[in-house]
């Protein structure tokens, strides 16, 4: 049975050549479950998970404050893609700023995310 582990592959045997198409699709199918490979977090999207709860933000939020489209946010919060690691250089600034120089973090956030 398919879990959010793993997914279901179907194969089909090529159908010889000229093979009409009532005989292709009565052509037996392997039905194969397969788990997916393991995944470790990627640390950059969980320091930006730890910035919103911290910060409070929305994914729109936070994608304005890294300067990324909303749905390269939802990609990276999703899994689907990875930020790069001048993202992960942005977060050690932003982090270097906000504890040593309060006031020019401030100064960095857009508009709306000021508190």
């Known amino acids: 049975m398919p879990t959010a582990n793993n997914y279901i592959v179907v194969t089909t045997p090529s159908p010889p050549e000229g093979a009409e198409l ?3 699709i009565r052509t037996p199918s392997t039905v194969s479950i397969i788990n997916k490979p ?3 977090p990627d640390p950059t999207i ?3 998970r730890a910035l919103m709860e911290r910060k409070g933000w929305s994914q729109n939020a936070t ?3 890294l300067g990324v489209p909303y749905g390269t946010m939802g990609n990276w ?3 689907t893609k990875a930020p790069n690691r001048v993202v992960a250089r942005l977060l050690d600034v932003l982090g270097a700023v ?3 120089a309060p006031h ?3 100064a960095l956030l857009p508009e709306g995310e000021k508190q």
């Open 22 to 24: 009532y005989n292709v």
């Open 38 to 40: 393991e995944t470790t």
């Open 46 to 48: 969980e320091r930006i």
């Open 63 to 65: 994608a304005r404050v």
């Open 77 to 79: 919060m999703q899994g």
């Open 98 to 100: 906000e504890t040593f």
């Open 104 to 106: 020019v973090y401030e």
